[in-house]
């Protein structure tokens, strides 16, 4: 993650909306300074093109989630 509120999400440079909510695995809100390192994330944008959720995968999604692009399976986008 760059500096708040810009981000990178799949190679591409993203803004969170003002107001954006970011889970942890448990569904804890969270504040961007607690991200120290890359995670992986479902994520939808407000209709401006802004991220205004994001939620950081559990161990069973992210297993979940590299399965479906190991097979090519096209799973559910949150954009």
């Excluded at 981000?7 to 804890?28: H, K, Q």
């Excluded at 809100?29 to 802004?50: C, K, N, Q, W």
């Amino acid at each position: 993650m760059g500096v708040f509120p810009e981000a990178r999400i799949d190679g591409r440079e993203v803004r969170f909306a003002p107001g954006a909510r970011i889970l942890n695995e448990s569904n804890f809100l969270i504040t961007p300074a607690s991200l120290r390192e890359a995670v992986m994330v479902r994520y939808r944008f407000d209709p401006l093109g802004l991220v205004i959720e994001a939620w950081i995968l559990n161990s069973a999604e992210r297993d979940s989630a590299l399965r479906a692009a190991r097979t090519g399976a096209a799973g559910p986008r949150n954009e």
